[in-house]
């Protein structure tokens, strides 16, 4: 859908779209199809937009990984990494790292997890990114309960909640808008007025909802999880 739209058309958006169409397919299980897209993003690549090589590599690791090809990823993340530093995309660093550091857990190599889990901390520390930051707590669970330290897995767990409620929050502000010039006539604003009054209601006991949720699975005085909301979010995890 998003190819056929007029204002798509420069080489870095085609090469961005077939990227996010192997991710698809990866995600989808389909690596024959997952390897197509990453060809024609490569060829795409020229020296206009090389500085994003590191995404392409990323990608590639990515699929190596899913192919068991833990060696080859390896090698693959690392050049990724270095291009990400280089070209100075900091969250993109943290994200080839996130995936390499996922990788190191799959073969059991904790430490060395727990080393790229230090960089990630660092990288995003003044970033704010909260999707980072929730991908980060939820692999530092994983990896603390596989270190069998139950105490550090369930720390990374409700600060994983934390976050996965901070993005909840953000996502309560919608907005509609259009390229086109002069999209919208007055009766169009008259009938977004209308439905934004309805949608407010709705948002409003969507909100009672989840505090009076947040108090049944949160202990009145520290504001904690329960104990059984724990074992039961731990048990859906892993």
Same mark, same amino acid.
């Given at each position: ?8 058309? /420069?080489?870095?958006? $085609? ?17 024959? &199809?997952?390897?197509?897209? %990453? ?5 795409? *690549?020229? $020296?206009?937009?090389?500085? %994003?090589?590191?995404?392409? @590599?990323?990608?590639?690791?990515? @699929?190596?990984?899913?192919?068991? +090809? ?25 994200? =080839? ?14 430490? /060395?997890? =727990? ?25 530092? #669970? ?8 139950? &105490?550090?897995?369930?720390?990374? %767990? ?9 993005? #909840? ?10 390229? #086109?010039?002069?999209?919208? #006539?007055?009766?169009? *604003?008259?009938? +977004?007025?209308? @439905? ?18 947040? /108090? ?8 904690? @999880?329960?104990?059984?909301?724990? *074992?039961?979010?731990?048990? &859906?995890?892993?």
């Amino acid at each position: 859908e998003i190819e056929r739209m007029s204002y798509i058309g /420069s080489i870095s958006n $085609d090469f961005i779209i077939n990227l996010n169409r192997a991710i698809c397919e990866m995600k989808l299980g389909d690596m024959s &199809e997952a390897q197509k897209y %990453l060809e024609r993003a490569e060829v795409l *690549l020229n $020296d206009r937009n090389i500085s %994003l090589r590191y995404m392409l @590599l990323q990608e590639k690791a990515n @699929l190596m990984k899913l192919r068991g +090809l833990y060696q080859e990823a390896g090698f693959t993340y690392e050049e990724s990494a270095y291009l990400a530093e280089k070209y100075g995309f900091t969250s993109g660093l943290a994200e =080839v790292l996130l995936d390499w550091m996922d990788m190191d857990m799959i073969r059991g190599r904790h430490e /060395s997890a =727990v080393k790229k889990a230090d960089q990630v901390m660092s990288l995003i520390e003044d970033d704010c990114n909260c999707r980072l930051e929730r991908k980060l707590y939820s692999q530092m #669970s994983a990896l603390f309960k596989a270190r069998g330290d139950s &105490e550090m897995a369930l720390f990374y %767990l409700e600060k994983y909640m934390e976050t996965e409620k901070m993005i #909840s929050e953000a996502l309560k502000s919608p907005s509609i808008q259009s390229f #086109s010039k002069d999209a919208f #006539s007055l009766e169009d *604003l008259s009938t +977004l007025r209308v @439905l934004a009054e309805y949608s407010g209601i709705a948002l409003n006991n969507a909100l009672s909802y989840k505090k009076l949720e947040h /108090s049944a699975n949160h202990d009145f005085l520290t504001s904690l @999880l329960t104990r059984s909301s724990i *074992l039961k979010t731990g048990k &859906e995890m892993y």
